[in-house]
């Protein structure tokens, strides 16, 4: 095996196979997800990601149809545009099967349908003889369950595993079943349709007579089922009505981008799909899931990220975010979950692993930065929506996570938040780079903890100023004079201790010594995302971000070229994470610099543009931009789709646009928009506020962008801002 992300972490994902080679389709509908590869096929290849999991657990290890005993040709594999059905055109090689007559290569035209609905995976293979002749055709379909946790797919190693128990087999269905160290009974059901000819635990044969032009269709169902609960058993045609009506609702967000450019037009359609695919049928209600096949579960920061990222033309998503992180809310210290009262989750898991401690995730409160990014939120969606009932509510859990801050998160009371892992076998950075190797200083050792991230006391700056703005909101004045006074203390202390001169730019982390943790990254964009960073700074902070040792050509790398850990390779340490870039362009527009934004999401455009559906992934290399036109190197087992990846586009297009949206006045701000090359026109079409509405339009006349408005309902103002 090859131990490409994390090499002395126990979680790290192993690679074996990079799903950048093996071009996976991907579905998910709620908990329930499944990885096929092109053919439609769930292969078992040693240790694979493929599979059919529900809850964190592989229903199915391998699904795979084979026509007169060999696989057929592949025409074409695609997935609908919104995500709903994986559809597969193939046709029979050469050959026949055992005591049959040879067909020709192409004779039978044979389509595969697949789709999700709850905790069930609907299959159809239709069949067509193009041939003059009777074809007599054998199917096969091999099946088995190995029922592993996600973590165990990962490559996390387990002493010892559950009771596989005895398989049964009827005329046309088989249950395949395991019960596991939590005592939770698992099973697999599949039924056909017609009844196969022959059956087993492992395979159901189907023998058909297909007359010249005659089309015949088998269908197949497997559903996952948890001790007592057994999701409805529904014909193949019926939740093909059921899901197909659910598709054909639009999407719910009434704001319509449409640009010049087909291209992009394409990026934001698949970004959109999966954003309402990593959302549709999940049981904690409208929360992004935070990614397929690793994330497929609650993330605290990655909910609220994909959130702000959202924000100005989405904000229903936020408020799904923040009311299930408020019920889950830490209460009490709880070491070997990193828990401490007023802390917000870092991320939820349901699996066997994570049930009898053999992870630490069931529920983890890991990461330094959800709590302040939970404050931020809460106050950006009052100023976004005006939605103070809702606020109300949330109150309480908002005053707890800003007395965490300053109670739990800085310690030794110097105003800065650090973090010190207690769980014996919890995670070691507790950053969104959180691998074990993300922190260290120019000399390459790493840094000791307690550690004081870069960009967490950015969040900590805007938590401050949002937990102000929702105190005043709610009558609660000097609460709110408190919370200024002590974001305006925190910048004045942030630019004295993070600031290093030769670097032009902010330091990586204070260690646990307060040395500082000279090293060039990404981080230093999102002081400029929260607007902790000086006036005096900004454009010397920009132009170390969007210098070569930084910027590859397709983004913003982790850590600079130049750094003693750099290896465009890692998972943290060089690699370009779109939902990073995202915010640092948000971060230069802020300050009023709009054109390196613009050079970014140029280069993540062209990025997609190389990369299969145009589906944003979770990370990609950070080699340099090569001259000759090829895309950028794919990251082995990164995750796709994966929700702040699929929603960076909409943050990177807000920060060209220049757009805020304020509910207050109500008014629209449009600061020094500037486009990419790649994009001559934008049009925004019903952007609502309040009550209000406008649509407007975009045009670039060489470095100029002019705007229009060409459509307005309602009480809004319009106003560029300098």
């Known amino acids: 095996m090859t131990d490409i992300v994390r090499l002395e972490n126990e979680y790290y994902v192993r690679a074996s196979s990079a799903l950048a080679d093996d071009r996976t389709r991907v579905l998910k509908y709620g908990d329930t997800f499944a990885v096929f590869n092109r053919f439609g096929d769930i292969e078992p290849v040693g240790p694979s990601k493929f599979g059919l999991f529900h809850a964190e657990c592989r229903h199915l290890s391998q699904f795979t149809v084979q026509v007169n005993g060999r696989q057929p040709l592949l025409l074409s594999s695609t997935i609908r545009d919104d995500n709903a059905f994986l559809s597969v055109d193939l046709t029979n090689v050469d050959g026949s099967a055992d005591g049959m007559p040879a067909l020709s290569r192409g004779t039978l035209h044979v389509f595969r349908l697949q789709f999700l609905r709850k905790a069930g995976c609907y299959s159809q293979i239709r069949l067509l003889n193009y041939g003059f002749e009777p074809a007599h055709v054998s199917v096969l379909v091999k099946f088995a369950a190995d029922f592993a946790d996600i973590f165990e797919v990962r490559g996390t190693p387990r002493e010892r595993t559950g009771e596989r128990l005895p398989d049964q087999v009827a005329d046309a269905s088989a249950v395949l079943s395991y019960r596991g160290l939590d005592r939770v009974l698992r099973r ?5 349709s017609p ?105 605290g920061r990655d909910g609220i990220l994909v959130s702000l990222e959202c924000l100005w033309l989405m904000p229903s998503f936020a408020q799904g975010v923040l009311k299930y992180l408020a019920q889950t809310q830490a209460t009490e210290v709880i070491p070997e979950r990193d828990a401490e009262p007023g802390k917000i989750l870092h991320e939820m898991r349901r699996g066997e692993m994570a049930a009898t401690g053999e992870v ?77 190797d993300s922190v260290f200083h120019s000399d390459g050792r790493m840094a000791e903890p307690p550690i004081a991230l870069c960009e967490v006391q950015g969040y900590a700056y805007a938590a401050k100023l949002a937990g102000a703005g929702l105190a005043r909101a709610l009558g609660e004045p000097d609460l709110a004079e408190q919370l200024e006074n002590g974001a305006a203390a925190l910048k004045t202390s942030f630019d004295q201790a993070f600031w290093h001169h030769e670097m032009g730019s902010y330091v990586l982390a204070l260690d646990g010594q307060k040395q500082q943790c000279r090293v060039r990254a990404s981080n230093a964009g999102h002081a400029l995302f929260c607007k902790i960073a000086s006036d005096a700074h900004a454009k010397s902070v920009a132009a170390c971000l969007m210098g070569t040792d930084l910027f590859s050509g397709w983004g913003v790398r982790t850590v600079g070229s130049s750094e003693s850990r750099y290896n465009p390779m890692s998972y943290h340490n060089g690699s370009v994470w779109p939902h990073d870039n995202a915010l640092v362009a948000m971060g230069f527009s802020n300050y009023g610099l ?36 090829s895309g950028p190197t794919l990251y082995p087992v990164a995750c796709a789709p994966q929700a702040w990846a699929a929603a960076s586009v909409f943050l990177m297009l807000q920060a060209c646009l220049g757009i805020s949206v304020l509910i207050a006045k109500p008014e629209i701000r449009l600061n020094r928009p500037c486009l990419p090359e790649a994009l001559a026109e934008v049009r925004v079409t019903n952007l609502q506020v309040g009550s209000a509405a406008v649509d407007l339009l975009f045009r670039r006349r060489g470095t100029r962008v002019d705007t229009e408005v060409i459509g307005r309902r309602g009480d809004i103002e319009v106003r560029e801002v300098m």
């Open 594 to 629: 709009p054109a390196p934004a613009a050079e970014i999401m140029q280069g993540m455009y062209e990025a997609s543009r190389h990369i299969e559906l145009q589906r944003m992934p979770e990370l990609f290399c950070g080699f340099h931009k090569r001259p000759d036109g």
């Open 195 to 299: 009844v196969p000819t022959t059956i087993s635990s492992e395979q159901a044969c189907f023998e058909l007579t297909l007359q010249p032009n005659e089309e015949k269709s088998l269908f197949g169902m497997v559903t996952c089922e948890h001790d007592v609960q057994k999701p409805d058993h529904i014909s193949f045609a019926t939740a093909y009505t059921h899901l197909n009506s659910e598709f054909a609702v639009p999407d719910p967000q009434p704001c319509h981008i449409v640009t010049s450019s087909e291209g992009f037009n394409a990026w934001l359609t698949r970004s959109s799909a999966d954003l309402r695919m990593l959302i549709e049928g999940n049981p904690e209600g409208p929360y992004p899931y935070a990614g397929v096949p690793w994330f497929s579960t609650v993330f």
């Open 360 to 436: 630490p995730f069931a529920q983890y409160y890991g990461s330094i930065d959800s709590t302040p990014l939970f404050v931020m939120l809460a106050g950006t969606y009052l100023d976004r929506t005006g939605d103070l009932p809702f606020v109300s509510e949330i109150w309480p859990n908002v005053k707890r996570a800003l007395q965490w801050m300053d109670v739990y998160g800085d310690v030794d009371k110097d105003g800065f938040i650090e973090y010190r892992r207690r769980s014996r076998h919890g995670l070691i950075q507790q950053g969104w780079k959180d691998s074990h």
């Open 188 to 192: 697999t059901r599949l039924e056909f």
